[in-house]
């Protein structure tokens, strides 16, 4: 969707004399009817008629103030202009067109409020409260500005930089900048792990494509067993009965959301923890309730879009008790990153336009890392974000040359990250399965998934060990009759009063009586 965005706060101005130029600007020197605000940001006209705010037109306008100047712009015909993200989106994700501007959050004063309580700390507007209230995902001070002013570089609470001292493994893990492989192990006794993830729904439109091209049995690992990945499953279209097979057959299952909903800021900026446990947590309940995977198999999770959570999706895993988070795109870097855990601050910058990545502490939570692949000029953290005008024989070439970056220097775990759709292009998907091929020819390279890498760092295992390296054995999982996928399972015509309309849902199980959503995850009546 991201791509059909037009973004407000990248309209290119040129100045010639008094005029300003500008691809949707529609009129200029308004300040005798509009008023001017000098914050260099767009806003609405505070003075539009109330009965008019919602309508299309309305809502489509916005306007800027320049050295006293207001000019007035028009997003394109279907976008409707979001205040708070600075830009025009389509109708379904805009629900401000009620705000004038968005509200500026005052910075607190911290220290420099001189509070009597040496335990205390200062809102922006003086008023003393406990140092734990700052950045901890909740309004306490009466101006906001407890929470408005929260980063890494800004939390009075932040976690602290690496300490090797203390940080040990199997628990925790860290190092200075993020590269150096466990227990300090040597490079050619390290395996060189390649994780594979598939984001989004299982269902008819990818089920042959992950069990008849990708996953096929002549396919091993080094041990004789054979490559797994883990699938990032979000709730809409997911035949669960296909998610309960993929588990049967030794894939992870993870969580991905049950809404996958928009704008992807929400996501950084306004879910609360109550809508991150909600969206993830409800959705482990419904993988759990429909498709039969155990709850203590459901470690990981990636939000949707990449757009981290900050504090709150973190509070929310230790709530719950997640194992990992896989959403943090790294900046490029050579070597590559190692996951790490959050017991200390992240080893890299938060990469990414607005981007809201944790700061506080978060002890023996796992940071599966996306470290970004070299496309020619670029990089690119998803598979299918690389430039789209590669070939084939270029994309096979990206996939052996990244390789070799994390195989060449310190094995730090080669993630290939998907969406099942990118594989509709067949030179693609023959580059891809090329490049699996090719890897079946390397003693020392296993596909893992994300919690089977996991599983390595904290007990590192030399490659002449990992015959007897318990978590990445195949021995038939013992499944208790109700967890075995079935043949032919239910297919449930659904309401859904959430979505105004019917959905199917898929499931070795008996059928709910609503379509499973938001606080209602086994879809009761």
């Given amino acids: 969707m991201g791509l059909f965005l037009l973004f407000a706060a990248a309209v290119l101005f040129t100045f010639t004399g008094n005029e300003v130029h500008g691809g949707n ?7 005798n009817t509009v008023p001017c605000f000098e914050d260099g940001r767009f806003y609405r006209n505070p003075e539009r008629p109330i009965h008019k705010m919602w309508t299309n037109t309305e809502c489509a306008k916005y306007y800027l103030c320049l050295d006293g100047e207001v000019f007035e712009f028009k997003c394109s015909v279907g976008l409707l202009f979001d205040v708070t993200r600075q830009i025009c989106d389509f109708k379904q994700n805009v629900d401000n067109c009620d705000i004038t501007a968005e509200a500026r959050v005052p910075k607190p004063l911290l220290d420099a409020a001189q509070c009597e ?38 939390d009075p609470n932040a976690a602290d930089p690496c300490d090797l001292s203390v940080c040990e493994l199997p628990d925790c893990f860290c190092s200075k900048d993020g590269t150096i492989i466990p227990s300090r192990l040597e490079r050619t006794q390290t395996p060189q792990m390649i994780v594979l993830t598939f984001d989004d729904a299982i269902n008819f439109e990818n089920w042959e494509l992950y069990t008849q091209k990708i996953f096929t049995p002549g396919r091993k690992n080094p041990n004789g067993c054979p490559i797994r990945a883990t699938f990032f499953i979000s709730h809409q279209y997911t035949n669960y009965a296909h998610v309960q097979k993929m588990w049967n057959d030794g894939h992870e299952i993870a969580i991905h959301s049950i809404t996958h909903r928009g704008p992807e800021e929400w996501w950084s900026r306004n879910a609360t923890i109550e809508d991150w446990f909600d969206e993830m947590v409800g959705q482990a309940n419904i993988i759990n309730r429909f498709s039969n995977v155990r709850m203590e198999e459901l470690r990981g999770m990636r939000v949707p879009f990449l757009r981290v959570g900050w504090n709150r999706q973190f509070l929310m895993m230790k709530e719950f008790g997640f194992v990992y988070d896989s959403s943090m795109v790294a900046p490029h870097s050579n070597p590559p990153l190692w996951p790490y855990t959050l017991d200390y601050k992240m080893p890299h910058a938060c990469n990414g336009n607005n981007q809201f990545c944790p700061s506080r502490s978060y002890p023996g939570i796992w940071e599966m890392v996306m470290n970004q692949l070299e496309a020619g000029d670029y990089t690119c953290g998803m598979v299918d974000t690389c430039p789209p005008h590669m070939n084939g024989d270029d994309v096979y070439k990206m996939f052996v040359h990244n390789f070799k970056r994390h195989y060449h220097t310190n094995r730090a775990p080669y993630g290939l990250y998907f969406h099942s759709t990118w594989f509709r292009k067949q030179e693609y998907l023959d580059a891809f399965l090329r ?8 003693p020392d390279v296993y596909f893992v998934t994300n919690y089977q890498a996991v599983e390595w760092i904290r007990q590192p295992t030399p490659l002449n060990q990992l015959g007897h390296f318990e978590p990445w054995q195949c021995a038939p999982k013992q499944l208790d009759p109700n967890e075995v996928a079935c043949n032919l399972p239910r297919t449930c015509k659904l309401h859904s009063r959430v979505l105004q309309q019917d959905r199917y849902l898929f499931t070795c199980n008996e059928c709910p009586a609503q379509y499973p959503w938001i606080r209602n995850e086994f879809g009761l009546d």
């Fill in 117 to 154: 309580e040496r335990s205390q700390l200062g809102c922006g507007d003086g008023t003393c409260l406990p140092n734990e209230y700052f950045c901890d995902g909740s309004v306490d001070c009466a101006d906001g500005s407890d929470e408005g002013w929260c980063d890494v570089e800004n």
């Fill in 25 to 31: 600007l529609v009129k200029r020197s308004l300040k």
């Fill in 435 to 442: 490049f699996l091929d090719d890897m079946q020819k390397h």
